[in-house]
């Protein structure tokens, strides 16, 4: 008789954004006539810039013809995707990333929850908390994650690094040492970020302890000062400790697109072999690479053209953060995050539980966005609004909250 | 200090397809006055149907319009496509299997590989011998199969199931019983098939033991003989123990495209949960959901002219199969698949190794295959030669080996 994974049963029912949809239909049923806001899931609304619909066109139609048609990609990407994306990304800032570190994959998203495969069960993992779920998830299907406490709601093997107001939302070194570390700058879902030499600390610990951090850099784009890293390469010594994840779909409007690519420098060793060989192992065994349509866009993402076009859309976006974080801040919240991230987190006023706050901000405003505690016990408290929406949607939703929501 | 899984480092390297490439590569700088006819690898050679190519053009321009622009899809797949597959590829057919049982994927071998995750480690696999690589891989990843033999070019853990002339290519009931089958109808690399009859008995044996089998239906396009089935779910019982994996790549060109699903139906249970909730539990956390134009190229693959253009292509393949499988036995070889697959298996003549009769007939013919020793133990003194190259090629292929390599 066949036994199932029985690790999948740890993990506590996700209903974070079932829930949230949930109230949501049950609001809308009731108030028909009532324009819902949605700030809460961190998807662009934007639609893919002219310049890379071109290089889509194009592709599809080599894909048409015998002559130019493409089967399978190579499992870790075309050449030239993997040569812009270490020049553009990481040569040209400096970064000592070769065209043959870079793995494509369909997102960050798989990459974040396959990477931990190549190491052994017997990992201890450390991650901020809120976080982005995946890290943890993937780790508890794995069996590295120990029990669910429901009291502490954390698993008991897993070093938990809170991100709380009183510490600017900033990792501590822990006191366990950890062996596997998740990092994610600029953060989802607090918007925080670090500075290069915070980021140092970091690796100087890794490369001290033997420990690999896995850097999610999904939100780089966004950062606009110039002490805040956008690849943890610039930190001297990260080639020899730290993976980064990198996305499109934020810099670029990809999360319908599909594509992301990690990066695992050569220079991360142990038991005689390489990350580098174990996630390219991986590759060839279980991925058949990203869709060439799909690749030839992300190209064009890094052409001149290409590069004006998504700087223009995270400007959009970023005007939106602006918008939301002043809205706020005049209204009385207690807000950070917003500045070189498309992510507003906001300290629920009167004590109020995160969920008390979604409540009344979908009643009272008609607003919705994400209850801090579905990102981790240290998120209850706090709430995260996104500034993926429309310029029309994000002022109208401000508007309602300084008229009817104001924190004073 | 962080540890690495080391089961990673139990798999043999993987030299096939590198070595296949240095050897092609040597003799086409030695000669590079020939022309090297490749029938090696199982990837498509004709362009993407006009019709997909329309609709993939279509959904480019939805991407590129804010009213029509789509973010993140649905992580199991858009219901346009998971009902247009539910209902063509087996309501049609009389098999009872719901929309919601359908899982889209990017592709039938990232499938085949994650599979497995969703077991418990203490479960015993069996598979064919010869098989696809991926489904002994990604158990060895998961240490799952044991420790590997050099000798025998086994793994100690993993029950194999010889496919070999003299049982017509069919795997046998096993004497231990497996918790996890895996089979291929019809087969890669073999290209045998079962009849319906024979399939029934393993979905008897699956259910009486407690078994699940994991049916690989990557190339049921090509099976024209009615008593074949197309699918496993066309036996009695089959919902209670069987998932099935299918793709677009060998049906509708998709290698380069990368679409696929998994039917994992609701009456797979164990341990109080069922393994279509273990997958749906998956996907949710590890994967993104297939690229949106993608998924409307699948889904002009069922649509009526759809239906023609593919079946058009598939034809033509299963020509190149019948005159590679006519040339070869006019030519004295023995040989099997070809009929209801787009593979053919030929015996070595002379006792040859595989890899013997590679080397002999790259420097005979020019022609390139794949030896059978490739894909197990039991594919020694076999090789695989595949239909999916250019009429013109798959026909001058054939004179030179009927001109100078006649087994006579």
Redesign the interface.
Known sequence: ??????E??K?PE?YLFSNIAKKVNAFSMANPDKKIIRLG?G??????A?KI?DS??KA??E????ST?????PDLGYEFLRSAAAQTDYRDRGCDISDDEIFIS??A??DS??IQ???????KIAICDPVY??YL??NV?AGRAGNFNEKTCMFDNVIYMPCLMENGFAPQIPDKTP??IYLCFPNNPTGATITKKELQKWVDYANE????IIYDAAYEAYISNSDVPHSIYECEGARNCAIELHSFSKNA?F????LGYTVVPKDIK????T?HA?WA??H???????????QRAGAAVYTEEGQRQIKAQVSYYMENARIILEGLKSAGYSVSGGVDAPYIWLKTPDKMTSWEFFDMLLNECNVVGTPGSGFGPSGEGYFRLTAFGSRENTLEAMDRIKNRLSAF
């Open positions: 008789m066949f036994k199932i994974n029985s999948y049963t993990l996700n899931i998807d662009v609304t934007q639609p893919i002219p619909i889509l066109h599809v139609d894909m048409g013809e015998a048609f493409k089967g399978y990609a369909d997102g998203k798989c929850g396959n495969e190549i190491f052994d069960r017997d990992n779920p995946v998830d993937s299907m062996d596997i302890k033997g420990s690999v409007g999360t319908g697109l599909r142990a038991g005689g072999t990350l174990l192992r991986r060839a065994t279980k991925y058949n690479g990203a869709p060439y349509i799909v």
